[in-house]
């Protein structure tokens, strides 16, 4: 298998997550696909040899912002 091929296919999982996180409408669902989205985005960043700014992508995006942005949701949410 020639080495492009897995790149192509993380690349295309990137594509499939980004419309993901736009397109669900579930908060916690988008934030899960968001998060899946900086993994695949750190792998593709590794593939590129940029290992420095895959690791900065899996704490900050993977990391900091899931627990971010699930801590606002939690926050904000309706009491019914």
């Avoid at 020639?2 to 296919?9: D, K, R, T, V």
């Avoid at 040899?49 to 309706?78: H, N, P, Q, Y």
């Amino acid at each position: 298998m020639a080495p492009e091929i897995p790149f192509y296919m993380v690349l295309g999982l990137v594509v499939v997550c980004a419309l993901g996180a736009v397109l669900i409408r579930g908060y916690i669902t988008s934030i899960i696909v968001l998060s899946i989205f900086s993994i695949t985005v750190t792998v593709s960043f590794a593939f590129l040899r940029a290992v420095d700014v895959a690791m900065a992508e899996a704490v900050i995006g993977a990391g900091l912002m899931t627990a971010i942005f699930v801590t606002a949701i939690s926050k904000t949410r309706r009491r019914s």
